[in-house]
């Protein structure tokens, strides 16, 4: 896994970086710009269209270097030495770990997660490569273990949703089903106050239905509505 970075050079042996890309995994970046001539912009745009965003995004800074005044530089750099001093490994820790490395590189780039979570964090200064590298594996499992269990959750609240669109078959009319919304809204809104016989099923629902961050009281008065429905449709006699 590198870092291929593209600048201009500010002086002897500094680059001032412009843009990078990361490759990985055997990617090839064929950037059709390292040629005798550089190519029209009807010819770049032709030879990068077949490329990803991220190395379209690369190739145009490419192109505007070339094109530029200023001392173009490119640097390849390797990701896993870097890895190996943030999280506290020790040099070659990486080297035979290709799926710790796989997994650090999704942590970093498709999660953000701080490096500071799957860093070494144990209380031998003493310790082996190898246990630095369990203790770094231990941490990368509990992430993504919280990950997963999210995705898990995500997933069984859509499934329970798009099963409760399958079965809910609305009767009321347009108005029925306003005034129904506004009843439950009212009581969302102010419980105690609207604390009722009638009101009791919105009490159930509300207990069953998992609470979204940022809510509004409408938002969820239509979710209990639509729970109520369903049970309904489902011959629920008693909630």
Known sequence: ?????????SGSDELEPKDAIIVQNKDEVLIPLILDEIPTAKEFKDAIKSLS?????????????????SVMGICVIQIKPQLEVLLGLGEGALTKEMQLTQDLMELFIEY???????????NDPGASRNERVANVRGHVKSVFDVINATKNKELEEKLTRKSMDMYVHEKRTPTEKARDIENITNW????RD???PETEPFKKIDQ???KKPGQTPEDRAKDIDKAL????NRVVDQL
């Open 1 to 9: 896994t590198f870092l291929l970075v593209v600048g201009t050079m």
């Open 53 to 69: 965003p991220e190395q379209q995004r690369f190739a145009k800074a490419f192109r505007s270097m070339q094109l530029g005044s």
């Open 112 to 122: 953000q997660v701080p490096s500071d979570l799957v860093s070494y964090d144990g």
């Open 188 to 191: 969302v809104r102010n419980p």
């Open 194 to 196: 609207n604390d009722r």
């Open 208 to 210: 069953l239905l998992p």
């Open 229 to 232: 429905t369903w049970v309904r």
